[in-house]
């Protein structure tokens, strides 16, 4: 089976499919090494994995197969150290770059993010995003605005928040790289007043027990918060600000040793903590936290140095520092268990999917936009969704090819509803032909040449008989959907070409004629 980690290093450009019948050539053959699909291994192997490097935007639902009855404490959530410091050169900056507005948030959580650090200054009644005197150019309704859109399109996930309030109260305790509020008479029950007012304008994003100022929340289980911003602490609100707001315990088995002399130093504070999390050595019911974060500047080393590593000398392979981020992402590759919460300055996808990774023991194959039931009426029935796939409307009076889309299912189903696998006698390989009624197959477009990214609309086709045509080849995966009874046979199809599996595009899946696609198969 295929795995969900990204593949390849960059976010990468999705081609849009045109129409088919201007994609597809008559006459085209494909060569083996593009019929056959490239796997790799799961984990990420080098220091570019590690680092500064989110890869594709592919994780975006990584938690719609954790057991909703999964304490938030029970699981391994990556996140990310003063999640929007993208401004202030070297010595401020924590994350890869992917613009301001909160859009730098919106790519970190495509790409499987799911605990922020948020850090905000209090100016005229309003919170501002701030590392220390730099403003990130957000503000905290870009982060909420950005969290909403996210869960709204992803109600499986949630989003764990650290908010703190980062500007000293107190005149004398205001240093050069500290922000000051405004006006600086601002208070900590001013801050909280002010947090209070987003919550009540932004309604229903908050989880409310965490949120409500009425005392800090019993850990949740996962699908209590499921399309929920769930805030874990707010630090430097005062006294009241921790006992009131948050859930319990979230600070209490943290390691944040942000200014160790070294990375040796700080990698064992790391690996202590990330193993004390591990089941042999802790109770499920506690809320491990650890940063992997740490700087010493302006007059040592800066955070891209301790998680990236560094060279004592120059132009110098021999002296190279490996950086917390690779360290961690080997250690994680190698052992098993709940880690924690994870904080990480400039992570790699690589370590993103190792901490995930580590989820695997609470995985349930539940309903997924890309698994199918097949019932003997031939309809194939998507089993997040409950929807048909559907042969749309043909391109030209030529009849020979459209769209394949999704409406409601029907108790009478017309032949538009009904499909059906059948293996060609040219292919020896098992994989499968989906066909329509009308006898057209189930087809990926051939954009060129190019297999295209996840995403792409499918079409049906004219079967190939002359050749081996891999992108109307399909490999038929049972699977086992879960149920509230028990569970029911599914399957996925796995397109031979491209090696993604069939889907349902989430922007359309409410709508009938909405997008069947492919895209990047689940694990399980």
Known sequence: MLSPTPRALGAGSRRRSRPLARLMTVCVVLGAA???????????ATNKDAYNN??????????????????LSAMSIPGTHDTLSIHGGENVQTQQDFGDSGQTLTAQLDRGIRAIDIRVRSIDGKFTVHHGSFYQKANFDDVLEKSQAFLKAHPTETIVMRLRAECPYKKEDI????????????????????????VSAYRGLF??????????????????????????????????????????????????????????????????NVDKAMPKDSSLDHLYLTYSSASNAPWSLVPSAYAGGYRVVDNDPNTYVEGINYRLMKHLNSTQGRVGIVMMDFPGWGLVNAIIDHNADKFVSGGNRMFWVVNKDKTYVNSLYGRCMV??????????????????????????????????????????????????????????????????????WDCETRWFSGSQMWNVVPT????????????????????????????????SGGKVTQETCPSK
């Open 391 to 460: 042969r749309g409307p043909e391109f030209d009076d030529s009849k020979s090819g459209g769209l394949v889309t999704q409406r409601e299912c029907q108790s009478s189903p017309p032949s538009s509803h009904q499909w059906e696998a059948s293996q060609p006698k040219s292919d020896h390989r098992k994989h499968f032909w989906i066909k329509a009624s009308n006898g057209k197959c189930l087809t990926v477009p051939y954009n060129n040449g190019n297999p295209p990214g996840s995403g792409t609309q499918l079409f049906w």
């Open 175 to 198: 240093g050069t790289f500290d922000c000051a509020n405004d006006p600086k008479s601002v208070t900590e029950e001013d801050v909280r007043a002010t947090f209070n007012t987003y």
């Open 54 to 71: 989110l890869g594709q935007a592919d994780r975006a639902e990584w938690m719609w197969g954790v057991a909703s009855d999964t304490p």
């Open 34 to 44: 593009m019929l056959t699909p490239t796997t790799a291994g799961a984990a990420g």
């Open 480 to 511: 086992k959907i879960a149920t509230p009874t028990g569970s029911m046979d599914g399957y996925k199809f796995i397109n031979n070409w491209t090696g993604l599996c069939l889907s349902m595009d989430p922007a359309t899946a409410a709508k």
């Open 207 to 272: 989880y409310a027990p965490s949120a409500s100022g009425g005392g800090q929340a019993d850990i949740p289980k996962l699908g209590d918060v499921r399309g929920k911003l769930v805030l874990g602490s707010f630090d430097d609100a005062g006294k009241v600000g921790a006992e009131k707001y948050g859930i319990k315990g979230f600070n209490a088995h943290k390691e944040d040793t942000y200014q160790a002399p070294t990375i040796p130093a700080k990698w064992e504070h790391v690996r202590g």
